[in-house]
Nanobody, 126 residues
């Protein structure tokens, strides 16, 4: 099993920045991809970003491209989502997730991920 713990959410104003962290523990060697998703009330869970533990290239959803940056620290089993130029439409619960080596489909889909964190709330006021 793998446990994921997010931190760093909060209430900010439009234009501000936040950094979310996701730390993995347990059988982390079984994971291959770390992803972030978000879910606003009444909406489906939306892909935000993902990164492979073995690489440095991150992949982003269109709404956050150019504003969010995902990095990882393998020594700390932690992924960081730096969010700049936040907008009110970024308001959501943010979840980190981990996919195993044998994930199926695309890393942009919730279906690829086996492990999920509890989520951290990000609220951006206008």
């Amino acid at each position: 099993q793998v446990q994921l713990v997010e931190s760093g959410g909060g209430l900010v104003q439009a234009g501000d920045s936040l950094r979310l962290s996701c730390t993995a523990s347990g059988r982390t060697s079984s994971t291959y991809v770390m992803g972030w998703f978000r879910q606003a009330p009444g909406k489906d869970r939306e892909f935000v970003a993902a990164i492979f533990w073995s690489g440095s290239t991150a992949y982003y959803g269109d709404p956050v491209k150019g504003r969010f940056t995902l990095t990882r620290d393998n020594n700390k089993n932690t992924a960081y989502l730096q969010m700049n130029s936040l907008k009110p439409e970024d308001t959501a619960a943010y979840y980190c997730a981990a996919a195993k080596h044998d994930y199926s489909g695309t890393i942009r889909s919730v279906l690829a991920y086996t492990y999920w964190g509890q989520g951290t709330q990000v609220t951006v006021s206008s």
